[in-house]
């Protein structure tokens, strides 16, 4: 079914979501659960969760049907995830609509906000305006970009000395206190060492 204010298609949606996942690092399971292997729903896993993806035609549908896609999900992961794996508790189920919503946007917050068994991550065509929204949708699933994943903590703490001199504290002062966080050791501790009593 298209959308025509969209020029989405349920299709459309489960390929980019699935597209989204896979290069995020996601890989689908499709041989062992064949009800996920349909023309509208997916399931996928990285090391970190399991993400099992459904697209409506129609919002109507997903209010009616998500719940039992939700037991459905819960019961795979807990019969072929171990309890000892940290997957068995991040499982994700994510709807999908082309449709619109506005006699049921209350119930759509509902869902979206539902973190019972599972966390949800609903979007509907108020949410899918544009070919990128798919993957915005999908961002928190996702590792961060690599140039993101490089600002780490020294980065951060690199930059802290000069610019809080820019604000007229202490370059040195700062300095010695981030190296003795990176050390682990008591601040003041520290300040007292460099500075001692004055």
């Known amino acids: 079914m298209t959308n025509s204010s969209l020029g989405f298609t349920s299709t459309d949606l489960i390929v980019a979501a699935s597209q989204t996942l896979i290069d995020g690092g996601y890989h689908q399971i499709a ?3 064949r009800e996920w292997d349909t023309p509208t729903s997916r399931l996928f896993e990285d ?3 399991v993400v099992g993806i459904v697209v409506f035609d129609t919002c109507a549908e997903l209010l009616r049907t998500w719940p039992d896609l ?8 807990s019969r072929h995830v171990g309890k ?6 991040d499982g994700y189920l994510v709807l999908l609509s082309p449709g619109i919503a506005p006699s049921a946007s209350a119930a759509i917050e509902d869902v979206r906000y ?6 949800k991550l609903v979007a509907t ?6 070919p990128t929204d798919v993957e915005r949708v ?17 980065s951060a703490l690199d930059l802290l000395p000069r610019l809080l001199a820019e604000q007229k504290i202490s370059e040195g002062v700062t300095r010695v206190l981030v190296d003795a966080f990176r050390e682990q050791s008591p601040l003041l ?5 460099q500075w001692g009593e004055q």
């Open 189 to 193: 501790e520290r300040l007292h060492q």
């Open 70 to 77: 939700q037991a459905s999900l819960v019961d795979v992961i």
């Open 47 to 49: 090391e970190y969760g």
């Open 138 to 154: 999908l961002r928190p699933l996702l590792p961060l970009p690599q140039e993101r994943a490089n600002l780490g903590q020294e």
């Open 31 to 33: 041989a062992r659960f």
């Open 114 to 119: 539902n973190t019972t068994r599972l966390r």
């Open 125 to 130: 065509a108020d949410d899918l305006k544009r």
């Open 84 to 89: 000892e794996e940290s997957k068995s508790w």
